[in-house]
């Protein structure tokens, strides 16, 4: 075998192996500070844990503001309980206020992020690897200019998306969210980056030589390779579609149809319009409390992909 | 052609929409006549409209200040993570990262309430200590929205410079250590010549979502008053504003096309450097 | 039969105008199945949908609220330029009907409607007349009046509510003498209440005809409304940092620092939410007045119902807009807590003696029925209001939060913009 050109291991196993070491080191007991495992600095703790109060303050502050009561919210010290704990109540009231429409935005948001998150990692594994591994005409034009629409406002692409989804009678249906959330630009580029590192070009060739078809090839030898990026770009696919505010602000004007963020921003705005006094601002903390959690809950769980797909992203170039 | 997919698909919804809106913009829509042809007047009268500038330079001049304050912020953190000199460092860097799983209306709404005088966190300030804070005039309600911008990505940044930090070859650390190198010296030799190529990365998408800043603004535009929040706060605001407001959508279509080419430009000039390794 | 008649003249209407795009049948019979889509903002439209739909069994009227009345409007727009998703009755503030109106966006019901006029208070009816043609049916009503927190009155030493605007001011400086978080009312930008006081001093500062518009307000009338409002704003006598449905604003009105609102008659439905706290304490009463003589009033918001040219189902639609704003739907609404422009309701004794506990048993609907039946006419709006209010909101922003400039110089500012807009969309503006 030609050794010359054998690819990096994937980075995700170097980080791993170090972090190992560290690991090692750090279960001897007594053992000397190393450079693997240095003396803990005081000062240096408190001031990015200085920084970690600002990241955590606003969410604990929603926690602790969830479990109020409308009257407590207005009258209570911010960061203390109220005279009563309703999260519970909140919870039931957030499901059965409006006929419980806000379990309908959850299904709503769980069936674009489900199937946009999927179809989108799909489209951008089919096109990285091309990118990478196939040869064709027009292919660094092509990526400069998928590049480019990274950079192209929201806005810019909104009011002609909007007609022409409309002249298609897909406004005020899910397509007009889904269709739009199934391209990635950045996905594409995340997967095209890991498969010119991560998939060695003499296995794909080994394999074409041995008869298999250019999508059998994909299918058997990238595509194993490939599942941790694929999983970091469903991550990134997973909260960018889920935070959507922009587009179904402007596509959406049936309420079956919302995702969650829109439909707080509604409820949010309740008790701000003319004629309607409904002040609910317990259900729309209440609400938004039960809207990040299932991202919460993904952060915690996958940390390590969204590591290695950022490293592949960042490191190149 | 595994392509195929994605190409039609990005057609759709970047491609046709873009020349639609190149289209849009030679046009005048009119509430009695319709549209009508206009050639580039659009653009010319844009170049002239002080209600789009005033937008353009808040959003450069946030750029400016927000992005570099950002971006060292979440360089330091990256490097005080992975120096393993913190007491519970996986705490911190997942709380850090946090933020960034909130979505915009959420983040805003949070801390759109911490920072009302009326109850929130700074209300409760002015009362126990009897000063009159407000970080919603219109001189100070940029700097709040900064404050919920650098809280919202920070952490994601971090963790870029952190990844990148991470891929650093463990010998050349052992190396420096036997040199006797000082950790400035160490920070300055091989950590900051580490971070230089997620720099780039970070710098453009950081100042492509400062320029397309829209939810902030137009979500505490109705939370609250008298903060200074115009129609035309932010241009991504004003064209959509002019869009579904005015119905001036040809108006909006070249405003959009406008930024959208200010915006590549910037991108471009930064990206060039980073992407030259990339297409050989 | 009066009914058939009808429905025999807006099938002719319906055949007559029978768009060149649309893909379904127009002028069905009022025996096939129909499905109605009705625009609304307003909570009472599904109470009255039961009743409908017991007398119209083949119609199903689906309830959308598409949001703000400013979401609605952009919406509509934006589904009657991409020629789908139109729905067939669409519920509109008085305002805007003018723009949705002569572009020829909504269907001319003067037929249907004729003989209607009578029935709801004249200034509603003006509302809906556009250049000889009747574009919605009113179907709520905001009577300007003056809400007052009789307490804070009592502790200010304010024996009587002012009848007049200089027994106002006489007030107003009681009420802050109180103490600094004090204020007879609050303003910050309310294009509305401005306008309901220039309306109710006799100005008029907008004249439309046709795609004609002036716009004018140096008018003697409107002068004294606003520098009257200038000097309450020059003495520091109106609180300009809260705006109206603000939070702020609830926890004001809460705790009774705000002694008044001159505000329109629908806050009475959200007032007891808002301010739970000041039951008991409110109280309605007529616009204070400029001059001697008899009371005039004003009006501030209120809404109606069009159906819009693009709808496929003008026949049934204008069924149920009958029935909702003229038939027996009224008075489930009424039920509901809806306040009406019809006449037949406003001079009802049932209606004129309910009480409410949360007004201390004052008969409270008697004050703002007087008070619907006293708004002076001639009102116009520009045919872009909805636009002009925006803008308004961009150029006064400035004054409420610094204090820099006057009302006069945004008023002025506020012509430049709208003349410059009004004559780039088409209009002749002057």
Same mark, same amino acid.
């Given at each position: 075998m030609n050794t010359l050109k054998t690819p990096d291991a994937p980075r995700s196993e170097r980080t791993s192996k170090r972090d190992r070491v560290a690991d090692a080191a750090a279960a001897k007991p007594r053992q000397l500070y190393t450079v693997a495992n240095p003396k803990k600095n005081a000062t240096l703790t408190f001031v990015t844990g200085l920084f970690t109060v600002y990241c955590l303050l606003p969410l604990v502050w929603l926690l602790i503001n969830a479990t109020k009561s409308q009257a407590d919210f207005i009258s209570s010290f911010g960061l203390s309980f109220g005279s009563q704990f309703s999260l519970w109540q909140n919870i039931v009231d957030v499901f059965t206020f409006q006929d419980g429409i806000f379990s309908r935005w959850l299904l709503n948001t769980l069936l674009y992020v489900g199937v946009g998150a999927t179809v989108s990692t799909a489209l951008a594994a089919l096109g990285g690897y091309a990118l990478a591994k196939l040869r064709f005409t027009g292919k660094k034009v092509f990526l400069l200019i998928v590049l480019g629409s990274i950079?192209?406002? %929201?806005i810019a692409l909104a009011i002609p998306q909007f007609l022409l989804f409309a002249n298609l009678g897909?406004?005020?249906?899910p397509w007009a969210i889904l269709i739009p959330s199934f391209i990635n630009p950045f996905g594409l580029y995340l997967m095209w980056v890991f498969s010119a590192q991560a998939v060695p070009t003499g296995l794909l060739e080994a394999a074409k030589i041995d008869g298999a078809g250019e999508f059998r090839t994909f299918a058997q030898i990238a595509l194993p390779m490939l599942t941790p990026a694929a999983i970091t770009v469903l991550l990134f696919s997973f909260v960018s579609i889920w935070n959507n505010y922009f587009l179904p602000l402007i596509m959406l004007k049936d309420p079956n149809w919302y995702p969650l963020t829109i439909g707080i921003d509604q409820w949010n705005k309740m008790g701000s319009?003319? %004629?309607? %006094?409904?002040?609910i601002q317990n259900l729309v903390l209440t609400a938004s409390l039960l809207t990040i959690i299932p991202l919460i809950i993904a952060f915690l769980s996958l940390q390590r992909y969204w590591q290695s797909g950022l490293a592949l992203g960042a490191v190149k170039g | 052609m595994f392509i195929a997919p994605f190409a039609v698909l990005f057609a759709l919804v970047f491609i046709i929409p873009i020349g639609f809106a190149a289209y849009l913009s030679l046009f005048q829509d009119k509430l009695i006549g319709g549209q009508v042809f206009v050639g580039l007047s659009n653009y010319i009268q844009l170049f002239g409209d002080a209600k789009f500038w005033n937008g353009v330079i808040r959003v450069m001049v946030f750029t400016a200040i927000q992005v570099p304050v950002m971006l060292i912020v979440a360089m330091s953190l990256a490097m005080a993570l992975d120096s393993?000199?913190?007491?519970?460092t996986k705490f911190m860097r997942i709380s850090v990262f946090?933020?960034?799983? $909130?979505p915009a209306i959420v983040s805003t709404l949070m801390w759109g309430f911490m920072m009302g005088?009326?109850?929130?966190l700074i209300g409760n300030l002015n009362e126990a200590v009897g000063t009159s804070i407000d970080p919603f005039r219109p001189d100070t309600t940029m700097i709040s929205i900064g404050i919920m911008i650098t809280w919202a990505f920070t952490g994601y940044n971090m963790l870029i410079f952190y990844s990148a930090l991470k891929a650093v070859p463990h010998e050349l650390y052992e190396a420096a250590a036997i040199d006797g190198a000082t950790e400035f010296q160490v920070v300055k030799m091989i950590k900051l010549p580490a971070l230089r190529g997620s720099l780039v990365v970070t710098i453009i998408f950081s100042i492509i979502g400062t320029f397309q800043m829209f939810n902030e603004p137009q979500i505490l535009s109705s939370m $609250?008053?008298?903060?200074?929040?115009?129609?035309?706060?932010t241009p991504n605001l004003y064209a959509y504003n002019l869009a579904?407001?005015?119905?001036?959508q040809g108006y909006a279509a070249a405003l959009a096309l406008v930024m959208a080419a200010i915006t590549i430009a910037i991108a471009y000039v930064v990206q060039i450097r980073g992407m030259k390794d990339a297409l050989e | 039969m009066n009914g058939r008649m009808r429905v025999a003249a807006a099938s002719l209407l319906a055949l007559s105008l029978?768009?060149?795009?649309?893909s379904g049948t127009s002028g069905?019979?009022?025996?096939d199945d129909v499905k109605l889509t009705v625009w609304s903002w307003d909570g009472t439209v599904e109470a009255a949908v039961e009743g409908f739909q017991e007398e119209h069994p083949n119609i199903t009227v689906d309830v959308v609220n598409a949001g703000s009345s400013y979401d609605e409007y952009k919406a509509l727009d934006n589904a009657i330029q991409a020629g /789908?998703?139109?729905?067939d009755i669409v519920m509109f503030e008085y305002f805007s009907i003018p723009y949705f109106a002569i572009p020829g966006?909504?269907?001319?019901?003067s037929e249907q409607a004729?003989?209607?006029?009578?029935?709801?208070?004249p200034a509603a009816w003006n509302n809906v007349s556009i250049d000889g043609g009747v574009y919605a049916l009113p179907s709520d009503y905001g009577p300007a009046a003056m809400f007052y927190n009789q307490a804070t009155f009592e502790k200010a030493g304010v024996t009587e509510a002012p009848t007049t605007w200089d027994e106002f001011y006489e007030a107003a400086k009681k009420i802050h003498a109180l103490g600094?978080?004090?204020?007879i009312t609050n303003d910050s930008a309310d294009i509305f209440m401005l306008l309901s006081l220039i309306w109710q001093a006799g100005g008029r500062p907008f004249d439309v005809d046709g795609t004609n518009v002036s716009i004018d307000f140096e008018g003697a009338e409107t002068t004294q409304a606003v520098e009257y409002w200038q000097k309450l704003l020059d003495e520091g006598l109106?609180?300009?940092?809260i705006a109206g449905w603000s939070d702020e604003w609830n926890r004001a009105l809460n705790d009774g620092t705000l002694a008044t609102q001159i505000t329109g008659g629908w806050l009475t439905s959200t007032l007891p939410e808002r301010a739970p706290d000041a039951a008991g304490d409110f109280r309605v009463a007529p616009l204070p007045q400029w001059e001697e003589g008899p009371q005039v009033g004003a009006e501030n918001g209120g809404s109606a119902m069009g159906i819009p040219e693009? /709808?496929?189902n003008k026949e049934a639609a204008f069924l149920f807009l009958e029935y909702f704003t003229?038939?027996?739907g009224v008075q489930t609404r009424v039920d509901e807590g809806a306040f009406v422009p019809n006449t037949k309701i406003l001079e009802s004794d049932e209606f004129r003696n309910q009480t409410n506990e949360y007004f201390g048993?004052?008969?409270?609907n008697a004050v703002l029925a007087q008070a619907s039946e006293n708004v002076a006419t001639g009102w116009q709006y520009p045919p872009f209001f909805e636009w002009a209010r925006t803008a308004y909101g961009d150029i006064s922003a400035d004054y409420y939060s610094?204090?820099?400039?006057?009302l006069a110089e945004i008023l002025d500012e506020w012509k430049t913009q709208m003349t410059d807009y009004g004559n780039e969309q088409g209009f002749t503006v002057k």
């Open positions: 950079s192209v406002p %929201g897909l406004t005020n249906t319009s003319a %004629g309607n %006094g409904i002040l | 393993k000199r913190l007491h519970g946090l933020p960034y799983a $909130v005088t009326k109850y929130g $609250v008053s008298n903060s200074g929040i115009t129609t035309y706060y579904f407001t005015g119905s001036q | 029978t768009l060149t795009a649309c069905q019979a009022s025996t /789908s998703g139109v729905p966006k909504l269907t001319d019901l004729a003989g209607f006029k009578d029935d709801y208070v600094d978080e004090y204020y109106i609180n300009t940092e693009a /709808s496929q003229h038939g027996d048993d004052q008969t409270y610094t204090g820099n400039g006057s």
